[in-house]
């Protein structure tokens, strides 16, 4: 079973900055594919960004220039979001999820593995 658990949220005025960090495991020799979503209060979960198997990142319009992805290792087991400039909108509860199957897109249900969410409260 694969075990995904984000860490890292908090309170943060606007303009300010957080890093989220994300760790996967449970199935050793596994390249993760890992994604980030979010979802505030009343809104559907939304895509912010993924890492894939190569460390290539993708990252939704809505943040892109200010969040970066980047890994601590090639089998993305240790995944970090780092959030510059952030905004009251980005208020959400974090998520981090894993695909196994080295792949996935930007539909939640592509992913397999969820971790139980951190909350990120932007104060303006």
């Known amino acids: 079973q694969v075990q995904v658990v984000e860490s890292g949220g908090g309170l943060v005025q606007a303009g300010g900055s957080l890093r989220l960090s994300c760790t996967a495991s449970g199935r050793t020799g596994t390249t993760y594919h890992i994604g980030w979503f979010r979802q505030a209060p009343g809104k559907e979960r939304e895509f912010v960004g993924a890492?894939?198997?190569?460390?290539?990142?993708?990252l939704a319009d809505s943040v892109v220039g200010r969040f970066i992805i980047s890994r601590g290792n090639a089998m993305n087991t240790l995944v970090y979001l780092q959030m510059n400039s952030l905004k009251p909108d980005d208020t959400a509860v974090y998520y981090c999820?894993?695909?196994?199957?080295?792949?996935?897109?930007?539909?939640?249900?592509?992913?397999?593995?969820w971790g139980q969410g951190t909350q990120v409260t932007v104060s303006s």
């Open positions: 999820a894993a695909s196994v199957w080295g792949t996935a897109d930007r539909r939640a249900v592509s992913f397999d593995y």
């Open positions: 890492i894939g198997w190569s460390g290539t990142t993708d």
